[in-house]
């Protein structure tokens, strides 16, 4: 799929089908038992799901990519092509891979696929789930990006993705 030269693809699972550098990083790295896998469905569609539970002080599940870093000081928009389940998510950006913190986006699907254009400025910085007092994401390069689920309940749970662009 071709783009406008506003834009700047970070991932179309439409042109590309394989989940490499794609990583489930799930509720299990602190004792909690929580399950989620990333496949692509028929339609060609990331399919990201599975079930969060908060026994064992669990509660999130992740889908994490890393790419070489990426300028992206030209943009000013996150534009998510996705199919939700009426959930609540979140959108998380980091600037180097290395760093512990995430700058964190929540939003709510509908359970339609849904054109989801967030600004890179309201992405604000968080670490285990609390704020940091830094500044909000600088804007100005990428090197991983991720989808997370933690609504502090038991569910099942199903994001379908397209793609990830830069605007």
């Not at 439409?14 to 909690?32: F, H, L, Q, R």
């Not at 890393?66 to 996705?82: D, P």
């Not at 760093?99 to 400025?121: D, M, N």
Request: charged share 25%.
């Amino acid at each position: 799929m071709a783009y406008p030269d506003s834009t700047s693809n970070i991932f179309d699972f439409k042109s590309k089908e394989d989940t490499n550098n794609w990583y489930v990083i799930n509720d299990g790295v602190m004792g909690g038992l929580s399950t989620s896998s990333l496949e692509i469905n028929p339609d060609g569609k990331a399919l990201f799901k599975g079930h969060v539970t908060t026994e064992n002080n669990g509660g999130f599940a992740s889908v994490r990519y890393t790419f070489s870093k990426k300028e992206v000081s030209k943009f000013t928009h996150i534009v998510l092509r996705i199919k939700g389940d009426g959930k609540d998510y979140q959108f998380r950006i980091k600037e180097e891979q290395e760093q512990r913190h995430s700058y964190i986006a929540p939003f709510s699907s509908s359970g339609k696929w849904e054109v989801l254009k967030i600004p890179l400025s309201k992405f604000y910085p968080s670490f285990r789930g609390n704020t940091l007092d830094i500044p909000n994401f600088s804007g100005k390069s990428m090197e991983e990006i991720a989808f997370l689920i933690a609504n502090k309940t038991k569910e099942s749970f199903q994001l379908e993705i397209e793609s990830i662009l830069l605007e």
